[in-house]
């Protein structure tokens, strides 16, 4: 399996960035797609949760009303929209798989990773 990330940059307070994880290696209908971020001394943090088959999403708390995990099933791609950035997103971002399709913030349920893009968020 590959995971790779892309649309990471800089932004201003407030802004905007898309983010997207195009998969490849197998097929995904019974998996389930995570985001998580790492912030430089600090530990890696689940973001958001997609259920590959239905779509079914969830968010951390820190995220909930400004990010949105979505998929494109032609294209084998996640994507994290994200809103209102603020300095406290600066992190780099990692797309995750995992087998099942059962909700989980642990990283250690996830199997694959991809490299990372980095988010900097300016004030």
């Known amino acids: 399996v590959q995971l790779v990330e892309s649309g990471g940059g800089l932004v201003q307070v407030g802004g905007s960035l898309r983010l997207s994880c195009a998969a490849s290696g197998r097929t995904f209908s019974s998996t389930s797609m995570g985001w998580f971020r790492q912030a430089p001394g600090k530990e890696r943090e689940f973001v958001a949760h997609m259920r590959w088959s239905g779509g079914s999403t969830s968010y951390a708390d820190s995220v909930k009303g400004r990010f949105t995990i979505s998929r494109d099933n032609a294209k084998n791609t996640v994507y994290l929209q994200m809103n209102s950035l603020k300095p406290e997103d600066t992190a780099r971002y990692y797309c995750?798989?995992?087998?099942?399709?059962?909700?989980?913030?642990?990283?250690?349920?996830?199997?694959?990773w991809g490299q990372g893009t980095q988010v900097t968020v300016s004030s």
């Open positions: 995750a798989v995992r087998d099942g399709m059962g909700f989980a913030t642990d990283r250690d349920a996830y199997r694959y």
